[in-house]
């Protein structure tokens, strides 16, 4: 499985923006995508997943303004930000999980809000 997660950037504090994930081949196969985070000097964290059957996991620092999605047709996973605070900046990474098989991780991309 691979992963390409696009769509990170600059934005002014408030605003939005959306993140994708394109996985190669097919979803069937993932149990769960996710989007985790990282910021300068800190650990990577949980910001939002969801699985096979559309159960979702949200952190509570982002709860109410994200939002998580999937499209399997088109083998893409979203993650819409919106009212984007200072402390979201950090660099993205797209998820994927198959049990028995692994746990695979997309590049990244970052997000940086400006105050």
């Known amino acids: 499985v691979q992963l390409q997660a696009s769509g990170g950037g600059l934005v002014q504090a408030g605003g939005s923006l959306r993140l994708s994930c394109a996985v190669s081949g097919s979803m069937f196969s993932i149990n769960v995508m996710g989007w985790y985070r990282q910021a300068p000097g800190k650990q990577r964290e949980l910001v939002v997943n969801?699985?096979?059957?559309?159960?979702?996991n949200v952190a509570d620092s982002v709860k109410g303004r994200f939002t998580i999605s999937r499209d399997d047709a088109k083998s893409t996973v979203y993650l819409q930000m919106n009212s984007l605070k200072s402390e979201d900046t950090a660099i993205y990474y797209c998820n994927a999980v198959i049990y028995g098989r692994g746990n695979y991780w997309g590049q990244g991309t970052q997000v940086t809000v400006s105050s």
């Open positions: 969801i699985s096979r059957g559309g159960s979702t």
